[in-house]
């Protein structure tokens, strides 16, 4: 193997001179060397992490893994019931939720329900009929109840409202907004010109909007207050068990939908091309900061590396006076470079999978639409390890070549 | 008497130094031949361009003019790497400041030329030890060059010069930074070195040293007296 023969020479050289360099300039350059690969991997993981977390959201607590809606210039699902029948023979099925909407006024007030502590206003908002426990299963719509209870099958008087739609937890909107409800309070739904009354069974609050700004009611109450069908649903999410199978049973379940008129589309499609164009951003925009947050380390390594070379040239200048050919001389000053980087990363790796994406899962950064998650793949990493190293193979190499060209004698005697 | 073999010959050797437009000429046309197993001593005063001339017939540096050939081959010729190679295999170079190796262990400073030259390493470390052992520091093998003491560090410069088993030993005023008594250790070993056929070309101030070259050389400005 004569051809490793300059790497194991320049490698000899690179350990020594990395094993009698000052402990404190090698943590330092270590340290630099963290903070560049955190900076590529987390400012990109958390833009990534601000969609993907919107995107998970809404898959995990609206859409479901697939969602049935009406088709274009339909007003229902027509047929509901047969439809879900086909539904319900999906072998890879794991719940469903059917959802009926109508647009209503909700009253709260004194004058009507002799409740002092209740201003008379009154907002136009969307109801939502659905079956509690289907669409717990589904989508866990009670994990964002934030003050009274979920609602069971007992309670059927019994609604659950939006926080969007109450002062008390949105102060800063004005106009459209319920002031001073609380669990408990009664509140009057009307519509389809029929008033009734519910009480505030418990308050909901999540950055969907599909959660936050509407009022929550059983099927069975829905349907008495509007006097629509059971047939006539707005929108059917469902879950699966596979989530690889989820594009075959869409493509299933959308030849038998072609009967109902209704439109299937998976999570993702739901979301449609703004979450896809918002990725897309963010991506290119958490792509361009790690870009100068690498062109700086590069930099910064270069630096280092020039100034440990240029310190250095008299025994560049002996090495190269005693017949060490450049090339080696360059491959010690390569493989130091590649020291820091390694090291660097592997810190930067440990403190990232230990500490930072365990943290960032448990506390989500409270970002307005969604809450920022560290989205950071094996791949992703992979990918900037690669780049560090690149770089920095090119901020030891130029430096050392620089002084290496230069003449033998001249560099000895520091001329 | 045997006809020596002459191995370095140096032809109307000029260098001249820039510094913007004040041109300085430190060799003025130096002709010159060494022979093989000779002793040349290189005299002159400071400024004399007696260094100037060791560097560029070690190839450590390039003549502005002239030709220096070695084994009869036109070293102009030579690129970058041939020269490393001639200064690895065939020439050895004791510096008047040492020049070893900080971060280097005597033995891995004696070490470093026979890695680049052996492709089998196995014998390496034995064969710089007993090169370490000739100048006499055998219990010094694993002290770095801040815990030599200036005569030791230059008998490191010795051992790390000739591990190669060079053709020719450079050494450019070697006792210059050290006392009589190691100055005349450190001749010693050169003289030994030479009893045993190798060529020197040494560049001192010292006469006492000067006596027993073979050949003196003395430069006065730039130029070969006599």
Redesign the interface.
Known sequence: M?FL?PF??GF??AY??I???NFWVNVLIIFIMTVTFLNLVFISGLLSGLVSGASKDSRDHYSGDIIITPNEGNIYIIGTNRLIEEIRAIPELKSYSIRYFQGAQIEAGSSFFSQPNLKNNNINGIIVGVNFGNENKTTNLEKFIVAGDYISENSQNKVLIGSGLLKEYESAIEGNILEGVRVGDRIKITAAENPKEYIVGGILKSKLSQINNRVFLDTKQFVALTGRSFQFSDEIALTVSDPQKIDIIKDDLFIKAEMFDAKVETWQESQGQFFEDLSVTFTILGAVIGAIGLSVASVTLFIVIFINAISRE??IG?????????F?IKCSYVFQSIFYAFIGSLMGLILLYLFLVPYFEENPIDFPFSDGILDVTVEGVLLRVTILFVSSIAAGLIPSHLIVKK???DS?LGR | MKNKKTIIIAKNIVKTYFSGSVETKVLRGIDLEIEEGSFVSITGRSGSGKSTLL?ILSL??RPTSGEVFFESCDTKKFS??MN??????H?G?V?QDY??????TAL?NTM??L???E?D?TKIEEVAKKMLFQVGLEEKLKN?PSQLSGGEKQRVAIA??IS?NPRILFADEPTANLDSKRADEIMSYIYDLHKKGLTIVLVTHEEKYLKKADRIIELIDGAIKN
Do not use: H
């Open positions: 004569i023969k194991k020479i000899f050289l020594r001179q094993k009698k360099a008299k025994y002996i090495l190269k006076g005693i017949g060490i050919r450049g080696i003449n033998t004698i000895i | 560097y450590l540096d970058e790497t490393s190679f001639c200064r690895l295999k020439f170079f510096f020049a070893l190796l900080p971060e280097l891995e470093v030329p890695m680049a030259s492709d390493w770095y790390r010069a190669n």
